[in-house]
T-cell receptor, first 117, second 112 residues
Framework: NAGVTQTPKFQVLKTGQSMTLQCAQD?????MSWYRQDPGMGLRLIHY???????DQGEVPNGYNVSRSTTEDFPLRLLSAAPSQTSVYFC????????????????FGPGTRLTVT | DAKTTQPPSMDCAEGRAANLPCNHS???????VYWYRQIHSQGPQYIIH???NNETNEMASLIITEDRKSSTLILPHATLRDTAVYYC?????????????FGTGTRLQVTL
């Protein structure tokens, strides 16, 4: 298994540009989510999805859109990039925590480092 | 979710046990304690979790006090590769598995 993959690894945008951060997982996980991590800070949840066609907002959703058309993919779209969105973005996935499931273990991707000038 | 308190940094000599404390005095009965770590700028890595019993796996041990208000993550023989930020997270076992709340964690420095 490749696990959770993210592309690109690095990206520089100008203010006002839009782009899509890609995230894919090959573990057949129902749950996928996006976090951002600013320097010296912990991770903050942007959006998450509990399955194909279902998404919801996290702690810091403004300026970002998501969709989940397949189990495998969960892209994050920046609508109009702003310098405040300069951050490292992590995608994560996990199984649905049904009764008897072993854990809430989330698998994280390697991150996308985004700079907005 | 219950909030957690961790020391901002700790040092440990290589080969010794690293004991990382976490306070979660407002934890509820259905909330689990999870530990993740983040090495340099990589994505966080799951370590271990528990509800009320002590847990052990190939990476670490988790000791939860009887009143569940605090816990300790133990790395039995720390190596330089264990240098990382360690996050203690308290989370209810519900359908919203994705919503882990990360604080600023403990930065563990393992030295020779």
């Amino acid at each position: 298994n490749a696990g959770v993959t993210q592309t690109p690894k690095f990206q520089v945008l100008k203010t006002g540009q839009s782009m899509t951060l890609q995230c894919a997982q090959d573990m057949n996980h129902e749950y996928m989510s996006w976090y951002r991590q600013d320097p010296g800070m912990g991770l903050r949840l942007i959006h998450y999805s509990v399955g194909a066609g279902i998404t919801d907002q996290g702690e810091v959703p403004n300026g970002y859109n998501v969709s989940r058309s397949t189990t495998e993919d969960f892209p994050l779209r920046l609508l109009s990039a702003a310098p405040s969105q300069t951050s490292v973005y992590f995608c994560a996935s996990s199984y649905f925590p049904t009764s008897g499931a072993s854990s809430y273990e989330q698998y994280f991707g390697p991150g996308t480092r985004l700079t907005v000038t | 979710d219950a909030k957690t308190t961790q020391p901002p940094s700790m040092d440990c000599a290589e080969g010794r046990a690293a004991n990382l404390p976490c306070n979660h005095s407002t934890i509820s009965g259905n909330e689990y304690v999870y530990w993740y770590r983040q090495i340099h700028s990589q994505g966080p890595q799951y370590i271990i979790h528990g509800l009320k019993n002590n847990e052990t796996n190939e990476m670490a041990s988790l000791i939860i006090t009887e009143d569940r208000k605090s816990s300790t993550l133990i790395l039995p023989h720390a190596t330089l590769r264990d240098t990382a930020v360690y996050y203690c997270i308290v989370r209810a076992y519900t359908g919203t598995a994705s919503k882990l709340t990360f604080g600023t964690g403990t930065r563990l420095q393992v030295t020779l």
